[in-house]
């Protein structure tokens, strides 16, 4: 029993750490914010970050996986197996959209994450680690069930691997989406819906078409 809560406190410990860390490097950016600002934040200890995380850079790696998960598992939820492939990508797309309707902070998080990778200095052991996250992320890619249904229903005819296509939806998504977000946060104002559903019409165009451009 006791153990069992010292395990329940340390992960909330952690989650606040990672809560605290994440609304920080929003507002400051990823290069500004220290450990003792992210302890301030949280209202721990040095001793208690260091029980959780080596380094800002192990804390930092830490969310931007974090998000990619919790992206992930949200989009991959919306999906039901009695579809063919091309609606269940549909409604993958549409999910997705509405996660970045719900989360825009996060989507900005993961493009400044992108964005300042090569030039941050995380150490080799961090760098493999996220190398790995990612290599497992696109062997076992969230996208990959429903265009691999839809390569043997047929509602999908790109001759393109359903591997490559999981990969350039993904890249051309977070593209599109962290735009319109920081579009939001400039113009205070919701996502441009007519820009967006034409966005993902051109996209399933694509995806389910046999006919790839010269």
Known sequence: MNE??????????????????????????LLQVKIKDVCTKAELSRVTFYKHFQSMDELLLAIQMQ??????????????????????????????VVY?????????????????????????????????????????????????Q??????????SPPLDLAQFIF???????QRMVTIRAAHDNSLDMRMTEQFLKMLLHFVCSEEIPE
Do not use: C
């Not at 990619?68 to 990508?89: C, F, M, P, Y």
């Not at 300042?116 to 961090?126: A, C, G, I, K, T």
């Not at 839809?150 to 001759?159: A, F, H, Q, W």
């Open 4 to 29: 069992n809560w010292h395990q329940q406190l340390g992960n909330k410990h952690r989650d606040d750490l990672i809560a605290a860390g994440k609304e920080l490097f929003l507002k400051y950016g």
């Open 100 to 148: 970045a309707q719900n989360h825009p902070d996060y989507i900005r998080f993961i493009q400044l994450f992108d964005i300042n990778y090569e030039m941050y200095d995380f150490s080799p052991e961090l760098r493999e680690e996220y190398d790995k996250f990612n290599q497992n992320g696109k062997e076992k890619h969230f996208l990959m069930d429903a265009l691999s």
């Open 171 to 177: 890249t051309t998504m977070m593209g599109m989406l």
């Open 150 to 159: 839809g390569v043997v229903d047929g509602s999908i005819k790109n001759p």
């Open 67 to 96: 998000l990619i998960e919790h992206l992930t598992d949200e989009v991959s939820s919306a999906s039901t197996k009695d579809l063919n492939g091309r609606e269940q990508l549909t409604v993958m797309l549409n999910a997705w």
